[in-house]
């Protein structure tokens, strides 16, 4: 399958698949998990970030497990919407990932801003610690980014 555009990646998906949202960073990779059909997204968990391999493995099995039809992946833009070095940091990772999983769709989505909502969403309505925003802000970002795309589906 490899990496699709978002048009490709949509116009593959059924009503009643599911996905898994990421957020790739340089020390973890946040997912969340979501659903076509119902049109929302989770957080799951955050995968602290060791060596490619047990990575992908991990994701693997994520994939296995919520029967997932393909991965939307955040797509660090800069604010003007250029790409930027995040951009091929996360491109980079994503290719050794996919030669461990060759079968899975991957779609890279817009995800300015969504690390800021997350940290927004923790400190102003639920009044987070530093401490506990740290513990679960990237899984609440690959939300966001899965949250997006669902909601322009």
């Keep these: 399958m490899g990496i699709l555009s978002e048009e490709e990646f949509r116009k593959g998906l059924k009503s009643d698949d599911r996905l898994l949202g990421l957020d790739v960073g340089t020390k973890t990779i946040g997912i969340a998990f979501g659903s076509v059909m119902a049109g929302f997204a989770s957080p799951l968990q955050v995968i602290q970030r060791t060596k490619i391999a047990k990575d992908a493995e991990i994701l693997k099995k994520l994939i296995a497990e919520y029967n997932a039809a393909g991965l939307v992946v955040g797509w660090p833009l800069n604010i003007d919407g250029t790409v930027g070095a995040r951009c091929q940091g996360v491109r980079d990772v994503m290719l050794e990932i996919m030669k461990y999983i060759p079968d899975i ?27 506990k925003r740290g513990q679960i802000v990237d899984k609440m970002a690959a939300q966001i980014i899965l949250q997006d795309f669902l909601d322009g589906y």
């Design 105 to 131: 769709a991957v779609v890279f989505y817009d995800e300015r801003f969504s690390t800021k909502k997350a940290e927004h969403f923790m400190i102003d309505e639920v009044d987070l610690s530093r401490k």
